[in-house]
């Protein structure tokens, strides 16, 4: 071990050490909480140097004989054996943490390029299917089939398991069903779209930075509340729209109007096609520069309002500008990457 690394470890033994010290003298404030968190989150070391810390702390204080002729300090907090003996057995369990109650589960990550749709079969029968730009990570256990949305957007059609639910994590959401088919997009702008297509799924708030490390870290669930008040139940036909709170407010689940053949049309991007129903020249080019690097610019806001329906490869964006110039009576004209209509 080199001596940077001696100094990293004794850093974090130090770290902990504090932190135990801070937790044995008052209930931590909720700042301090916050902090805790992430400084357990930051290092998998973390946790178990606290556990080691509390430990010491607990065997210490046990081992001390105070005498009649000791003075009595000026702020002794009273520990009873009950609460000793209950602190210990806290402890433990969090040292059984750090070692791995159990191991955790294998991870698969599977991504898409810029235009590319990929369909994927997973191990337990369900399908998988990825839009442009998108990465997920599977992480199956014998109790939980958990998956990752860590960018764009993904299809999942769930095969039934009831005893074993199917669960997708993204930064703001967890969703969680025993079957069915749904759809997960996250947004620029820190939102995520959910639709269903068939059977339930229950929508709520991510788990925390800790809870999300102890699950990584054990392969425990330690999140998952499915059915509980707190989630929000998205049926077939319905999208909802999910976006941070804000401070103190949490997660925010919206059910957003869905018209008729609405879900069917915003998914065909699954057999590499867009559809449009009377949207605006500009929301449609909005739509195919998620599958390119190439532009459409339109020059006029006339021209961005005007409207389209249709059917359209949606790696073809050259092939739509013309078709919107022969339609619209616009000047079709490229310039690099931008492709450029005019009136």
Known sequence: MSVS?????????????AWAARMDARALTADQREQLDAWLVADPRHLGALARARALLLSQRDAATPTADDPPPERAPLYSRRRLLAAAAGVAGLAVLGAGMRQPAARQAYSSALGEVRHIPLEDGS??????????????????????????????????????????????????????????????????TVAVLSGKVAVEG??????????????????????THDAVLVTGGQEVSVRPGGAGHGTLVSFEPVAPGALDRAL??????????????????????????????????????????????????????????VGFSAKYREDGDSIILSD
Do not use: K
Request: proline content about 3%; hydrophobic content about 45%; aromatic content about 8%.
């Open 5 to 17: 690394a001696r100094q990293t470890a004794a850093a974090v033994d130090m770290a902990a050490a």
């Open 127 to 192: 399908t998988l299917t990825l839009n442009t730009d998108s990465a997920v990570t599977v992480a199956y256990s014998a109790g939980r089939r958990l998956l990752y949305l860590e960018r764009g957007e993904a299809f999942f059609d769930v095969a039934a398991g009831p005893d074993r639910p199917f669960v997708i994590r993204s930064p703001l959401a967890q969703l969680a069903t025993g079957g069915g088919a749904c759809c997960a997009r996250l947004g620029g702008d820190g939102a995520m």
């Open 206 to 227: 991510a788990p925390s930075a800790l809870a999300e490390t102890l699950d990584r870290v054990t392969g425990r669930d330690w999140t998952l509340r499915t059915g």
């Open 268 to 325: 065909m991007w699954r057999q590499g096609r867009l559809a449009f129903a009377d949207e605006t020249l500009a929301q449609a080019a909005a739509q195919f520069a998620r599958y390119t690097h190439r532009r459409i610019v339109l020059a006029s806001d006339g021209l961005a309002r005007r409207r389209i329906s249709g059917l359209f490869d949606a790696t073809d964006m050259a092939g739509f500008a013309r078709a919107v110039a």
